[in-house]
């Protein structure tokens, strides 16, 4: 069964305390693995899509890995405004499968 | 303003009502989808059209759910007879052929 697994369910940082949030997924016939930032109320923001094992990609002070059965989002020194739910989703077939998200809260 | 564009942002209704969400796609898009999140999960699939065309529905759409996408532009969701289960955030987005999602800002629906 094609699944995404999100892990921790929620992390709350100092602001500057480096961490790292995971993606797992085992979808059939992989089309990229893709991370969102959602902020309450609003919808899902597009960060990153990731399409072979090794591949990295960063924006500010996040860097995107993937894996053949994981990805990572690591957040270096986040800031208060890094404060969100971030998501990671996969393609197969005609959907998206979404995880249910990391609730990142950064403390100043 | 090129995103996606959703109304209403929110709505509430009594159960038994039926409700109508409209959702504008960014133009040069060619897929759109409609998902529905409720508080602490991620986004869960309801239906996929390429161009006007329906191609898919998720098995957890009730009946009650219909979908259209007239001439391939805008699309609207309606839901008849809303039970309290409908309420949630509605969310529509759009994607060029297999690329990202982009989402709108979502409608959020109370059924009292």
């Known amino acids: 069964e094609d699944q995404v697994t999100q892990s921790p369910e929620a992390l709350r940082l100092q602001e500057g305390e480096s961490s790292s949030l995971n993606c797992s997924y085992t979808?059939?016939?992989?089309?990229?693995l893709f991370w969102y930032r959602q902020d309450p109320g609003k919808g899902p923001e597009f960060l990153f899509t990731?399409?072979?094992a090794g591949e990295e990609k960063e924006k500010e002070r996040l860097k995107a890995t993937l894996t053949k059965k994981e990805s990572f989002l690591h957040i270096t020194a986040p800031k208060p405004e890094d404060s969100a739910t971030y998501l990671c989703?996969?393609?197969?077939?005609?959907?998206?499968?979404f995880g249910t998200g990391t609730s990142l809260t950064v403390i100043p | 303003d090129t995103g996606v564009s959703q109304n209403p942002r929110h709505k509430i209704t009594k159960r038994g009502q039926n409700v109508t969400f409209r959702c504008d796609p960014i133009?040069?898009?060619?897929?759109l989808y409609w998902y529905r999140q409720t508080l602490g999960q991620g986004p869960e699939f309801l239906t996929y059209?390429?161009?006007?065309?329906?191609?898919?529905k998720s098995r957890l759409l009730s009946d009650r759910f219909s979908a259209e996408r007239p001439k391939g532009s805008f699309s609207t969701l309606e839901i008849q007879r809303t039970e309290q289960g409908d309420s949630a955030m509605y969310l529509c987005?759009?994607?060029?052929?297999?690329?990202?999602?982009?989402f709108g800002e979502g409608s959020r629906l109370t059924v009292l």
């Open positions: 987005a759009s994607s060029f052929d297999t690329g990202e999602l982009f």
């Open positions: 979808v059939s016939g992989l089309r990229g």
């Open positions: 990731l399409y072979s």
């Open positions: 989703a996969a393609p197969t077939g005609n959907q998206f499968y």
């Open positions: 133009s040069e898009h060619n897929r």
């Open positions: 059209f390429q161009n006007e065309a329906q191609l898919e």
